[in-house]
């Protein structure tokens, strides 16, 4: 079972800021967390990752909370083309990378 | 640099039939994974495979199995097709051990079983 939960659903303005939550409550010292994206019928992309830091890179910023435990996706001027599900997991970094276990995700409409 | 690539896209298949999908990674990489999608189940891990060793296996019966290929490729076989096995397939890859430990997944097998 994923080990995250996230929002069914989530609505947005074109122009604003998309924040995403995700709580992760049962995280271990060791896990980090991954942020992907699927746009209809495409396969999965990488946004972000991190562990305890704060990220940033050229799609979205990752606020990570002091206790681990939960964590926000920033999209900081969302458009028409970031509406897709958002998936948010945890995993161990490094070793066999492949198994990501998906929940259901967020799924974003951007709206004009 | 070329991304995954999946082939076929789109099949169709009845039921019993079997049927083969391939994944070509990225260049350079040298783990696969694959998965299935479908709207009650959403995605979930079917298998991973590392220099042509199957390294992690998800809950799913005997009749899925694959195997990777010395240069990388990956084949998946879904044998004596049931209707629930219609999904859409995808193909991931990655570079096992550097990177950021993201996968790249490809744009998946749509996969009908009548």
């Known amino acids: 079972d994923a080990k995250t939960t996230q929002p069914t659903s989530m609505d947005c303005a074109e122009g604003r800021a998309a924040n995403l939550p995700c709580n992760h409550s049962?995280?271990?010292?060791?896990?980090?967390v991954y942020w992907y994206r699927q746009i209809h019928s495409q396969g999965p992309q990488y946004i972000i990752h991190?562990?305890?830091n704060n990220e940033t890179n050229e799609m979205a910023s990752l606020i990570i909370t002091e206790d681990r435990k939960s964590s926000t996706l920033i999209l900081p001027h969302a458009t028409l083309r970031d509406t897709a599900v958002y998936y948010c997991?945890?995993?161990?970094?490094?070793?066999?990378?492949?198994?990501?276990?998906f929940g259901k995700g967020t799924k974003l409409s951007v709206k004009p | 640099k070329a991304g995954v690539t999946q082939t076929p896209r789109y099949l169709i298949k009845t039921r019993g039939q079997q049927v083969t999908l391939s994944c070509s990674p990225i260049?350079?990489?040298?783990?696969v994974s694959w998965y299935q999608q479908t709207p009650g189940q959403g995605l979930q891990f079917l298998f991973e495979y590392f220099s042509e060793t199957q390294r992690n296996k998800g809950n799913f019966p005997g009749r899925f199995s694959g195997r990777q290929f010395s240069n990388s490729r990956s084949e998946m076989n879904v044998s004596t097709l049931e209707l629930g096995d219609s999904a859409l397939y995808l193909c991931?890859?990655?570079?096992?051990?550097?990177?950021?430990?993201?996968?790249?997944f490809g744009e998946g097998s749509r996969l009908t079983v009548l």
């Open positions: 049962t995280i271990s010292g060791n896990e980090y």
């Open positions: 260049s350079g990489h040298r783990s």
């Open positions: 991931a890859s990655s570079l096992a051990g550097g990177g950021t430990g993201e996968l790249f």
């Open positions: 991190g562990l305890k």
């Open positions: 997991i945890v995993r161990v970094f490094g070793g066999s990378q492949g198994n990501l276990i």
